[in-house]
Nanobody
Framework: QVQLVESGGGLVQPGGSLRLSCAAS????????MGWYRQAPGKQRELVAA???????NYADSVRGRFTMSRDNAKNTVYLQMNSLKPEDTAVYYC?????????WGQGTQVTVSS
């Protein structure tokens, strides 16, 4: 079993920044892809950003240019730097690890963008 623990969420004003972290209980190089997803009330969960073991990063169109995903293999941690936050970014953000050993989710961290 793999545990993913997200942190860094909170309340921020529009235009502000937050940095989310996702710490894994095992080496993240075990996974083909590490991703960040989000789910707003009444909406389906959607992909925000994903990074492959080959360091290729994909972003949703809605966050490209504002969010940056990165990984630190030594710390078994992935990050999501979120800048220029908008009210529509409000959601629960989930970390995902996907690979041949399985598909795992964190418990989520709430991000609220409001004045």
């Amino acid at each position: 079993q793999v545990q993913l623990v997200e942190s860094g969420g909170g309340l921020v004003q529009p235009g502000g920044s937050l940095r989310l972290s996702c710490a894994a209980s095992r080496s993240i190089v075990s996974f083909n892809t590490m991703g960040w997803y989000r789910q707003a009330p009444g909406k389906q969960r959607e992909l925000v950003a994903a990074i492959t073991s080959g360091w290729r990063i994909n972003y949703a169109d809605s966050v490209r240019g504002r969010f940056t995903m990165s990984r630190d293999n030594a710390k078994n941690t992935v990050y999501l730097q979120m800048n220029s936050l908008k009210p529509e970014d409000t959601a629960v953000y989930y970390c995902n690890a996907h690979g041949i050993i399985g598909d795992y989710w964190g418990q989520g961290t709430q991000v609220t963008v409001s004045s």
